[in-house]
């Protein structure tokens, strides 16, 4: 029986096919190669320019003190995160001018401008306070009351509950007090505010209970009371002596 040779495969030059491949696709090739260069440099630029900005937004609020100072580091790099951070100092020191209305203007607009910033809650009790100081007792009170349902699990829930408390207690709605302090040592037992709600609880005295109303006197049918006793005559009158007759 005669097997048939096969014939070898042809050799293939690896070095040869890959100079045709680099000498077909040469154009191509060193364009998508400057792509990535400038794409490299141009994020390393980014970096060191961002670098060296934030670092010089860093030390220009490092150096700020006043008001103005705290507006141009927020002017200068808007949005760098030096700037949230000069947006609370701003209205840290508007509120110290008793500037309330203003801070709370600096206020709203570092959460619109910062949404995911760490200290979010820490803006809105400073807001919720500065309500209180220009005496807007109920909006301070409902917004003590959204810090608590937007951030149940930040450590200013638990004194922004506290601050319902004495709000609530100027206006004599001690019961509500009470409510709300038994809220902090059943969900905030650990928290340092729970000492100072335990000592507002203990101040707090619980309202006098409702007088129950006195039922009325159950009536007897007529025919099961008793009969009422006969009338009794008067006693007659004292019939005056017979005067002894003289004697003969």
């Known amino acids: ?11 293939r030059d690896v070095a040869l096919e890959t100079r045709f491949f680099l000498e077909r696709f040469r154009k191509e090739i060193i364009a998508v190669l400057i792509v990535v260069l400038l794409a490299v440099v141009g994020f390393t630029g980014y970096r060191y320019y961002a670098d060296r900005r934030a670092a ?15 507006q141009q580091v927020i002017d200068r790099y808007p949005n760098s995160p030096a700037a949230g ?3 609370l100092f701003l209205a840290e020191a508007q509120r110290g001018e008793r500037k309330f209305a203003e801070a709370n203007t600096t206020l709203q607009a570092f959460i619109a401008k910062f949404p995911q910033h760490e200290l979010l809650s820490t803006a809105r009790m400073a807001m919720a306070a500065n309500l209180e100081s220009m005496g807007k007792s109920d909006e301070a009170l409902a917004a003590y009351q959204q810090i608590v349902s937007m951030y ?10 506290l601050s319902q408390v004495y709000i609530l207690k100027a206006k004599n709605r001690t019961d509500d007090a009470r409510r709300v302090c038994e809220n902090i040592l059943t969900q905030y037992r ?3 505010w729970a000492t100072p709600a335990m000592q507002e609880l203990r101040s707090l005295k619980p309202s006098s209970p409702p007088i129950p109303a006195v039922a009325p006197a159950a009536t007897v049918p007529p025919f099961l009371s008793p009969p009422a006793p006969a009338p009794q005559a008067p006693p007659a009158p004292n019939q005056p002596q017979a005067a002894p007759s003289p004697k003969p």
């Open 1 to 11: 029986m005669k097997f048939m040779a096969t014939a070898p495969p042809p050799s």
């Open 190 to 192: 650990t928290s340092f």
């Open 85 to 87: 951070d000069a947006y």
């Open 56 to 70: 010089a937004a860093s030390a220009s609020l490092a150096s700020a003190k006043t008001s103005q100072e705290y």
């Open 152 to 161: 149940p699990n930040s450590y200013n829930a638990p004194l922004a509950l």
